[in-house]
C-alpha cells in the first residue's frame, strides 16, 4: 500500500465502541473525504490521490465492514451497517482530523454513505461527486429483469446468515475476481497491487460478514430512512456532480441525472467514457471533472 501512496499517512481512527476505521491522509489544502465501493478498500484511488492530493487534504477511509476497518456483528435490523451509521464513522474520522467541514468524492457503496452524510450532516458537506450510482430508493424500486441479472450480487448478498458469507469466504479472492472482473472492462483497468490488496482484504475474518451486512441494511433499514425523507420531502442541498460510466449498469438500467434531481436541488453531470470502476478505468476523465467542481 506504501507504494501505491508513497506520501500519505496511515492511521487508525476510534469512531464507536469497539469500531476502528482506517485511513489514509495526505496532501494540503481543503479536506477532501474518500469513499470506496464493494468489494474493494481506500486502494481505488491510487490512480487520483496524488493529483487530488496537489490541492486538497484527502483522507480516503476504508467503510466499516471492509479493508483493514472494523467488521462488528451485525444486529437484528443490520443498524450498525446502515448507511447512516456508516455516514457517522466517516463523520467522526474527519472530526478527529480537525475538519468540521470538507468535499466528498465517492463511488458505489461509499457513495450511497456519502449521500446519506449529507442528508443527516448538511453543515458538514461543502460539496459532493458520486460516481456510479443512482438512489438506492430508486434503484430497488425500478428493479427490472435487466438490472437484476447484472447486479445479482446486491441479492445474493441480502440472504439470510451464514449462506452467503459461507459461500464468499470458500474462495474470496475468486469472489473478487468473479464480481469485478464480469463488468465491462474485465480485470485489465486494476493495478494488481490493489487487485491484491482487494483479495488480501476480503479474506480477513469478519469481512464477508460485514460487506453482506452492508448489503442487508440497503435493502432493509436504509430503504425506511429513504421512504422518510421522500414522505417528508427532505433533499439534499449541497452541490451533487453525478457521474456515471456509459459502458455500465446504472446508465443503461437507470436515468441517474434525472434520479438525482428528484433527491437534490442542485445537481449536474453526466456519463463518461467507462464502465463501472471510474477511478481505476478513467482516472484522467475523472479529474478533469471533479477538480473544477471541487474547485468550485
Known sequence: MTALF??????????APSVTIKAITGGEGPPLLLL????????????VAPRLAER??????????????????????????????MALDALAVMRVLGFERFRVLAHDRGARVAHRLALDHPQAVERMALLDIAPTL????????AFARAYWHWFFLI?????????????????????MGKRSAGLAPFDPRALSEYQRCLALPGTAHGICEDYRAAAGIDLEHDRIDREEGRK??????????????????????????????????GALACGHYIAEEAPELLLERVLPFFAG
Open 138 to 145: 430508486a434503484m430497488y424500486e425500478q428493479t427490472s429483469e
Open 56 to 85: 486538497f487534504t484527502v483522507v480516503a477511509c476504508d467503510l466499516r465492514g471492509y479493508g483493514d476497518s472494523s467488521k462488528p456483528q451485525g444486529d437484528a435490523d443490520h443498524a450498525n451497517y446502515s448507511k447512516r451509521t
Open 6 to 15: 508513497p506520501d500519505f499517512r496511515s492511521l487508525q481512527v476510534d469512531v
Open 236 to 269: 439534499l442541498g449541497v452541490p451533487l456532480l453525478a457521474l456515471w460510466g456509459e459502458q455500465g449498469v446504472v446508465g443503461r438500467c437507470f436515468d441517474p441525472l434525472r434520479e438525482w434531481q428528484l433527491v437534490a436541488d442542485d445537481v449536474q453531470g
Open 36 to 47: 470506496h465501493g464493494h468489494p474493494q478498500t481506500h486502494a481505488i484511488w491510487h490512480k
Open 159 to 179: 440472504q439470510p446468515a451464514p449462506m452467503p458469507e459461507r459461500l464468499i469466504e470458500a474462495d474470496p479472492a475468486a469472489y473478487v475476481r468473479d464480481v
